[in-house]
């Protein structure tokens, strides 16, 4: 009940210093927790356990941890530049709450219903890619300063498709509020009507959120962490809270502008309790989508993902938004929206296949020793 | 505008690069102008220790070579003291030799699967994957050896012990397990679009270049030459065993992997064979004497690693120790190629590769 306090007061100021204060606790809390949730999933798809010890399936695993992350020594390299590095986690860890406050999770919950509240939260979720340079150029590390341009171009080109397939979606609803955009899809969710534009939705956002296939600027493997490889301690763990906030901030996006957020298939008129089960539910469907592809894929190189962003994913944004022009010029009905987009997305489809797809390789068998006795067991086992 | 190339040192501590091993990678933007491999983090000198060994102390230091495919370096060290020696090894030594090194390859390889699936980014599902697989193939050893690392279980003449009553029942339950889980990195990895499209093409490795840069085993297999010292330089009895050698077309990293891949299967098949064959019998000779005393003489005795090649040069003259012991280790030789291959690609590629060279440090570095 905590978020529906802070209109009930009625003094501005404190209004808005209570919905801030919900929006930090509860987003810390969530991010906590998914980080926990992604530790487990990722062990039950790596056939392990997780964390188990620290109590009950390891559920205060993270509070643990974040107990000895705040207890490390901050450590700043000699040669780094100091406010530049200090203040890079903070200019990622804003922007990722502060796009809670335009977000309604129920009909009447949300800190604030902006008429431009879709517009303000692709405007300020785009900001933090200026903390991912200032913290790769401030490290003076080579892997950081790889890894900040990585996120920098990165981050920038994705952001491209997903405004614009957002854009797709404000054509058809007329409006820039969340709340009209859900209330639209009271009867038919929008990714019935829009299936390319979330598709493209959420490849941008996988890119948006750094996850596999597209963590290349944080890539493990080669930049070893990249922007973040010289912070430690509260700092380093902001980036973390940061990165798993804004798990939630796309995926709660993704559940009220394409599935059909707290309406859809109950109504307006569920209870309060059913609209926060459903927008809940909406966005953990996302969240786990966004973890099961994290562990089942390998990552791309910076130039595919570049490639992939220019030449497939914009021109099928902008061929979305010429369709939905058509349609809502001539006046067709609506089912032509799910027509054009559907053959629309089959594109998609197809432009990728043919790009990747490869005759599968066979290699030359060069039977040694043919003279030799093969005994009838190891046949039958089929090898 | 006037652009500077950075040198980017990957290494000695670097998720990547297997161990301590340290590229400085000259880069411009993301592109691979330069790279300068440096070695020698983890030289131990067993090559000098070796001289100062008798002939079966030294056994020890050929597990620490190769530290993934132990049981190949004892036997080719065993073969070149046999060699010398003039020993004869009982048949079931041979057998279990043959099976031992096989499910030693198959276990190296798993390795390698999950490894290169975090090379090209897998968050570690492919290493579990791997990783399980491995650990079957481990127990067994531990079973035989009483080690999981350092077996030790070679002899010049034959094995220290029998294995145990139940292994060949062991080793039957768990090829399946082995035949079941290549299948499920199968499924992952081979397929999957994006290994596909970060690993064709790259790297690419002529034939005649492979032979000129002295690469073996996988990489030169899989650059398209039909090499299997198994096969080419028969040893032990390997020539009782039908199996295919799976010989690449493109000479790329997916070549390499789809090889490896392939020689699972093949070790699968060879270690199915020789439990049919085992024989009951000694696993040493009758007569060994209790000092190992060679002539002077020269030998080379080589297998087929997991890694490519890995040969013993051994120099007699006389006496209870060699004069001089060289290992030719195939990862050393192979990583000599890193540079080649890596030029032009990108960073990301050049992890990729590396990973594809299955490089073991302990072998690159004795």
């Given at each position: 009940?905590?978020?529906?306090?802070?209109?009930?007061?009625?003094?501005?100021?404190?209004?808005?210093?209570?919905?801030?204060?919900?929006?930090?606790?509860?987003?810390?809390?969530?991010?906590?927790?998914?980080?926990?949730?992604?530790?487990?999933?990722?062990?039950?798809?790596?056939?392990?356990?997780?964390?188990?010890?620290?109590?009950?399936?390891?559920?205060?695993?993270?509070?643990?941890?974040?107990?000895?992350?705040?207890?490390?020594?901050?450590?700043?390299?000699?040669?780094?530049?100091?406010?530049?590095?200090?203040?890079?986690?903070?200019?990622?860890?804003?922007?990722?709450?502060?796009?809670?406050?335009?977000?309604?999770?129920?009909?009447?919950?949300?800190?604030?219903?902006?008429?431009?509240?879709?517009?303000?939260?692709?405007?300020?979720?785009?900001?933090?890619?200026?903390?991912?340079?200032?913290?790769?150029?401030?490290?003076?590390?080579?892997?950081?300063?790889?890894?900040?341009?990585?996120?920098?171009?990165?981050?920038?080109?994705?952001?491209?498709?997903?405004?614009?397939?957002?854009?797709?979606?404000?054509?058809?609803?007329?409006?820039?509020?969340?709340?009209?955009?859900?209330?639209?899809?009271?009867?038919?969710?929008?990714?019935?009507?829009?299936?390319?534009?979330?598709?493209?939705?959420?490849?941008?956002?996988?890119?948006?959120?750094?996850?596999?296939?597209?963590?290349?600027?944080?890539?493990?493997?080669?930049?070893?962490?990249?922007?973040?490889?010289?912070?430690?301690?509260?700092?380093?763990?902001?980036?973390?809270?940061?990165?798993?906030?804004?798990?939630?901030?796309?995926?709660?996006?993704?559940?009220?502008?394409?599935?059909?957020?707290?309406?859809?298939?109950?109504?307006?008129?569920?209870?309060?309790?059913?609209?926060?089960?459903?927008?809940?539910?909406?966005?953990?469907?996302?969240?786990?989508?966004?973890?099961?592809?994290?562990?089942?894929?390998?990552?791309?190189?910076?130039?595919?993902?570049?490639?992939?962003?220019?030449?497939?994913?914009?021109?099928?944004?902008?061929?979305?938004?010429?369709?939905?022009?058509?349609?809502?010029?001539?006046?067709?009905?609506?089912?032509?929206?799910?027509?054009?987009?559907?053959?629309?997305?089959?594109?998609?489809?197809?432009?990728?296949?043919?790009?990747?797809?490869?005759?599968?390789?066979?290699?030359?068998?060069?039977?040694?020793?043919?003279?030799?006795?093969?005994?009838?067991?190891?046949?039958?086992?089929?090898? | 505008?006037?652009?500077?190339?950075?040198?980017?040192?990957?290494?000695?501590?670097?998720?990547?690069?297997?161990?301590?091993?340290?590229?400085?990678?000259?880069?411009?933007?993301?592109?691979?102008?330069?790279?300068?491999?440096?070695?020698?983090?983890?030289?131990?000198?067993?090559?000098?220790?070796?001289?100062?060994?008798?002939?079966?102390?030294?056994?020890?230091?050929?597990?620490?070579?190769?530290?993934?495919?132990?049981?190949?370096?004892?036997?080719?060290?065993?073969?070149?003291?046999?060699?010398?020696?003039?020993?004869?090894?009982?048949?079931?030594?041979?057998?279990?030799?043959?099976?031992?090194?096989?499910?030693?390859?198959?276990?190296?390889?798993?390795?390698?699967?999950?490894?290169?699936?975090?090379?090209?980014?897998?968050?570690?599902?492919?290493?579990?994957?791997?990783?399980?697989?491995?650990?079957?193939?481990?127990?067994?050893?531990?079973?035989?050896?009483?080690?999981?690392?350092?077996?030790?279980?070679?002899?010049?003449?034959?094995?220290?012990?029998?294995?145990?009553?139940?292994?060949?029942?062991?080793?039957?339950?768990?090829?399946?397990?082995?035949?079941?889980?290549?299948?499920?990195?199968?499924?992952?990895?081979?397929?999957?679009?994006?290994?596909?499209?970060?690993?064709?093409?790259?790297?690419?490795?002529?034939?005649?270049?492979?032979?000129?840069?002295?690469?073996?085993?996988?990489?030169?297999?899989?650059?398209?030459?039909?090499?299997?010292?198994?096969?080419?330089?028969?040893?032990?009895?390997?020539?009782?065993?039908?199996?295919?050698?799976?010989?690449?077309?493109?000479g790329d990293v997916y070549d390499r992997y789809l090889v490896r891949v392939e020689e699972v299967r093949q070790s699968?098949?060879?270690?199915?064979?020789?439990?049919?064959?085992?024989?009951?019998?000694?696993?040493?000779?009758?007569?060994?004497?209790?000092?190992?005393?060679?002539?002077?003489?020269?030998?080379?005795?080589?297998?087929?690693?997991?890694?490519?090649?890995?040969?013993?040069?051994?120099?007699?003259?006389?006496?209870?120790?060699?004069?001089?012991?060289?290992?030719?280790?195939?990862?050393?030789?192979?990583?000599?190629?890193?540079?080649?291959?890596?030029?032009?690609?990108?960073?990301?590629?050049?992890?990729?590769?590396?990973?594809?060279?299955?490089?073991?440090?302990?072998?690159?570095?004795?």
């Amino acid at each position: 009940m905590m978020l529906a306090l802070t209109y009930d007061v009625g003094n501005i100021w404190l209004d808005s210093l209570l919905g801030l204060l919900a929006i930090i606790v509860l987003m810390t809390v969530g991010a906590l927790a998914l980080i926990w949730l992604e530790r487990k999933v990722s062990a039950r798809i790596q056939m392990r356990l997780g964390p188990m010890r620290v109590g009950p399936y390891g559920l205060l695993q993270t509070l643990a941890d974040a107990v000895k992350l705040v207890g490390k020594e901050d450590m700043r390299p000699r040669s780094a530049d100091r406010w530049v590095f200090e203040l890079a986690p903070f200019v990622v860890f804003v922007p990722a709450f502060v796009a809670f406050v335009a977000i309604p999770f129920t009909r009447d919950w949300a800190v604030a219903f902006l008429d431009l509240g879709l517009f303000f939260i692709v405007a300020v979720t785009g900001l933090s890619f200026v903390g991912f340079l200032m913290a790769g150029w401030a490290s003076d590390n080579k892997y950081a300063l790889l890894g900040g341009l990585r996120a920098a171009a990165q981050l920038i080109s994705y952001e491209i498709p997903m405004v614009l397939s957002l854009i797709a979606v404000t054509m058809i609803v007329g409006s820039l509020n969340l709340s009209d955009i859900v209330i639209y899809q009271g009867r038919v969710p929008l990714f019935v009507w829009q299936p390319l534009a979330f598709f493209i939705f959420i490849v941008a956002a996988l890119a948006e959120l750094e996850r596999q296939p597209f963590d290349i600027p944080t890539a493990e493997s080669e930049v070893v962490g990249g922007p973040f490889i010289e912070y430690s301690g509260i700092r380093w763990s902001i980036f973390y809270l940061a990165s798993y906030t804004n798990l939630i901030v796309y995926s709660l996006l993704g559940a009220l502008v394409f599935l059909g957020g707290w309406d859809w298939p109950l109504g307006r008129e569920a209870g309060l309790w059913l609209q926060v089960l459903l927008t809940f539910g909406k966005t953990m469907f996302l969240i786990l989508l966004f973890m099961w592809v994290r562990f089942a894929m390998p990552r791309l190189r910076i130039d595919q993902l570049m490639s992939y962003c220019w030449k497939v994913l914009i021109p099928l944004a902008f061929l979305q938004i010429f369709l939905n022009g058509l349609v809502l010029v001539y006046g067709w009905p609506d089912f032509t929206l799910l027509l054009t987009s559907g053959a629309g997305l089959l594109l998609a489809g197809y432009i990728v296949d043919r790009t990747v797809r490869a005759d599968p390789r066979t290699l030359r068998m060069v039977p040694a020793n043919p003279g030799a006795a093969e005994p009838a067991a190891a046949d039958s086992a089929g090898s | 505008m006037e652009t500077v190339d950075i040198n980017v040192n990957m290494g000695p501590q670097h998720p990547s690069t297997h161990g301590v091993f340290r590229m400085v990678l000259t880069i411009d933007g993301e592109r691979v102008m330069d790279v300068e491999p440096h070695i020698g983090y983890m030289h131990r000198g067993a090559e000098k220790l070796s001289e100062e060994m008798d002939y079966r102390q030294a056994i020890g230091y050929q597990d620490r070579t190769d530290y993934l495919a132990q049981f190949m370096n004892e036997q080719a060290y065993c073969m070149a003291v046999e060699k010398l020696l003039d020993i004869e090894v009982p048949e079931r030594a041979e057998y279990i030799r043959v099976i031992l090194c096989e499910l030693n390859r198959i276990a190296s390889h798993f390795m390698f699967l999950g490894a290169f699936g975090i090379d090209l980014g897998h968050f570690g599902t492919s290493f579990t994957y791997g990783f399980r697989e491995r650990e079957h193939i481990q127990d067994i050893f531990e079973e035989v050896t009483g080690e999981r690392l350092m077996y030790s279980y070679f002899r010049p003449g034959g094995l220290v012990w029998d294995v145990p009553d139940n292994f060949v029942q062991r080793v039957r339950d768990v090829l399946p397990k082995s035949r079941q889980g290549l299948q499920d990195l199968d499924m992952l990895l081979t397929g999957n679009e994006i290994v596909s499209v970060r690993s064709r093409g790259v790297g690419v490795m002529s034939a005649e270049d492979a032979v000129s840069w002295g690469l073996s085993g996988p990489l030169l297999r899989a650059a398209g030459v039909e090499w299997d010292l198994r096969r080419d330089k028969p040893y032990s009895i390997y020539d009782r065993f039908q199996y295919d050698i799976p010989v690449g077309t493109h000479g790329d990293v997916y070549d390499r992997y789809l090889v490896r891949v392939e020689e699972v299967r093949q070790s699968i098949r060879i270690v199915e064979q020789a439990l049919d064959q085992l024989p009951d019998g000694p696993i040493m000779p009758e007569k060994m004497p209790r000092k190992l005393r060679g002539p002077e003489a020269e030998i080379y005795s080589a297998v087929e690693g997991a890694r490519g090649e890995y040969g013993i040069y051994l120099v007699s003259k006389g006496g209870d120790k060699p004069y001089r012991l060289k290992m030719r280790s195939p990862s050393f030789c192979n990583l000599s190629a890193l540079r080649d291959m890596t030029i032009g690609n990108y960073v990301a590629d050049a992890v990729a590769i590396l990973g594809s060279i299955d490089i073991v440090l302990g072998c690159v570095d004795r």
